[in-house]
């Protein structure tokens, strides 16, 4: 079976040992259904107000003037390529959204729960959750064939761990390594509510989205199509 097969088998068809959480690479945590579908209901809303602006969701244009298929809308720094603003001087020169402080809090539960997971126990990571205080997030839309090419995150001047949250249509998550956009990495299924953390020498790694599988949204995440990201992110200025 070819592997596009295989994954579209795995969704209607979830292998067994895929409910809990996983250490993927050094540092890389994915806890499967952390969000509660309440909660995802919840963010799903605020989305939605975050989407009325003053920045609008817009698909950001590489330096090769190809545009980006995902729209983003940022919370805290708008990110462009490739660098972090106060104002999105890319769209409409309108100063970014605040990061509410109930992210923050979020933020810190997510480091505390993957780092204390039983794959990936890591107490002297564990106990720097209490500090984490993300910056900016960019909440990432897909639709429509959406997909985000491998890439690294390194417009940060910190390395602190990344915080990403899914919501809406499973997707194909390529986890990558540090040296090349190419082999090897591990392709991993991201559902609706999935917790993933970037830390340690993950925090640098190649990564994408090469597919997300159109009408998988679980009734009750509060999306009837498409898929919502959230990354959390310090971005080390000031
Ligand atoms: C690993 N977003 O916004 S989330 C991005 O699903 C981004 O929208 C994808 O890549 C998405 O930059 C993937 C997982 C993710 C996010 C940030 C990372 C993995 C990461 C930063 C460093 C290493
Ligand atoms: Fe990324």
């Known amino acids: 079976m070819s592997e596009d097969g295989l994954f579209e088998l795995e969704l209607v068809q979830p292998a067994v040992d895929d409910a809990g959480p996983r250490l993927v ?26 989407t009325r602006g003053p920045v609008p969701l817009r698909a950001a244009t590489l330096p090769g003037g190809h545009q980006m298929s995902v729209r983003t809308v940022c919370l805290g720094w708008h990110w462009q390529p490739y660098k972090y603003t106060r104002t999105a001087s890319d769209v409409n020169g309108q100063p970014v959204l605040d990061l509410p402080d109930w992210m923050v809090r979020l933020g810190r539960k997510a480091l505390a729960a993957a780092y204390t997971t039983e794959v990936a126990a890591d107490p002297s990571l564990a106990a720097l959750a209490g500090d984490y205080t993300p910056d900016a997030a960019l909440v990432n839309w897909y639709q429509d064939g959406a997909a985000m090419g491998m890439h690294q995150d390194k417009d940060e001047a910190s390395h602190a761990p990344v915080v990403s949250l899914s919501i809406g249509d499973t997707c194909r998550f390529r986890f990558g390594n540090t040296q090349t956009r190419t082999k090897p990495y591990t392709d991993v299924l991201l559902r609706s509510g999935d917790l993933f953390v970037f830390g340690g020498p993950s925090r640098f790694a190649f990564h994408g989205i090469p ?28």
Not at 224 to 235: D, Y
């Open 25 to 50: 690479g050094p540092g890389a945590v994915h806890v499967p259904g952390w969000l509660t579908p309440v909660q995802q209901r919840w963010i799903v809303e605020r989305f939605g107000e975050w």
């Open 211 to 238: 597919k997300v599988f159109a009408g998988t949204a679980p009734q009750d995440c509060g999306l009837e199509h498409g898929r919502i990201n959230i990354t959390m992110r310090v971005t080390g200025l000031s």
